[in-house]
């Protein structure tokens, strides 16, 4: 079968937002198992707080053992088997090359000026 790559904006995308709601389902399941006085007591802020907590562990589980999984494990897991590239400098550090030039007579941000 042969498969195109899809863009390193889809692919970064999709890395983040399907990590993101496999989080929101397990904070989901998981607040229905907390009792009731704990539900109560937190209200809204259980959630607010569960949901980005859940999300940091899963994702680090996730990344952790993506070398591990079969591909289509990591597509059903993190949204794409693929990585995302966003180019190299001479020095081999990752350069993201998406950001827009500033306009003329200003300096870029870090540039010291």
Do not use: C, H, N
Request: proline letters at 9%; aromatic letters at 6%; glycine letters at 12%.
């Amino acid at each position: 079968m042969d498969t195109k790559p899809i863009g390193d904006r889809l692919v970064s995308w999709l890395r983040t937002v399907v990590p993101g709601l496999w989080s929101s389902l397990i904070a989901y399941l998981v607040s229905l198992g907390l009792p009731a006085g704990v539900t109560d007591a937190l209200d809204g802020l259980g959630r607010t707080v569960l949901v980005p907590l859940v999300f940091a562990g899963v994702y680090a589980l996730l990344r952790a053992v993506e070398a591990k999984l079969p591909a289509w494990a990591t597509r059903l897991l993190l949204g794409s088997a693929q990585t995302p590239s966003y180019g190299t400098s001479t020095d081999g550090t990752p350069v993201v090359t998406s950001l827009e030039e500033p306009p003329a007579g200003r300096p870029a941000v870090g540039s010291g000026r």
